[in-house]
């Protein structure tokens, strides 16, 4: 259950910053910043597009994702 929420809370985070095309910074478990807006994600992966160029990241090397902007999550009863 506990699962199922955070998946939900994840996919909303990053559907809105999908949706408002939000610069982010991805750090990596190793250490790696990245730079970037995310332009797609699915249950594993998340592309990340900066500079005419994306790359996609495995969601479980992603240690943080810092937002340039405040995020909304308008669901956010519905997951917590």
Request: hydrophobic share 45%; charged share 20%; proline share 2%.
């Amino acid at each position: 259950m506990a699962e199922e929420r955070t998946l939900k809370l994840q996919d909303e985070f990053l559907a809105q910053l999908r949706a408002n095309n939000v610069q982010v910074m991805m750090f990596l478990v190793n250490g790696v910043r990245l730079q970037g807006t995310v332009t797609w994600c699915d249950k594993f992966t998340v592309q990340l597009s900066h500079g005419g160029t994306s790359q996609i990241v495995y969601k479980r090397a992603i240690s943080a994702i810092n937002a340039e902007e405040p995020v909304q999550l308008p669901h956010l009863s519905d997951v917590i």
